[in-house]
């Protein structure tokens, strides 16, 4: 069975740090792309990062550019994002989801629709 397992989520005070962890199985995690996605109440469900398993090239949304990096450990089949200098606005449920890595693009990493599997969420709470 396809897994994706997002972890490391909690609660937080503005400017301090969390690592999430998405912990991959049941498909070839070198043919894949990773992306982080997260959705805040109220709000849609939005792309945050994204890494290709075969160059490691990544993209960030704007919003989180030079605050957050994502990196793949492929002997782990596990990806992670660095989430530093946390805000409120960054609150929200994140998931990771996968896309076949020959779909790649700054466009595709970062729409829902287009991901091929999603994993349950871990809730990021960032107090003010």
């Known amino acids: 069975d396809v897994q994706l397992q997002a972890s490391g989520g909690g609660l937080v005070q503005a400017g301090g740090s969390l690592r999430l962890s998405c912990a991959a199985s049941g498909f070839n995690f070198d043919d894949y792309a990773i992306g982080w996605f997260r959705q805040a109440p109220g709000k849609e469900r939005e792309g945050v990062a994204c890494?290709?398993?075969?160059?490691?090239?990544?993209y960030y949304a704007d919003s989180v550019k030079g605050r957050f990096t994502i990196s793949s450990d492929n002997a782990k089949n596990t990806v992670y994002l660095h989430m530093n200098s946390l805000k409120p606005e960054d609150t929200a449920v994140y998931y990771c989801?996968?896309?076949?890595?020959?779909?790649?693009?700054?466009?595709?990493?970062?729409?829902?629709?287009?991901?091929?599997?999603w994993g349950k969420g871990t809730q990021v709470t960032v107090s003010s």
């Open positions: 989801a996968a896309l076949p890595d020959i779909y790649y693009s700054d466009s595709t990493c970062f729409t829902p629709a287009d991901m091929y599997y």
């Open positions: 890494i290709s398993s075969i160059d490691d090239s990544t």
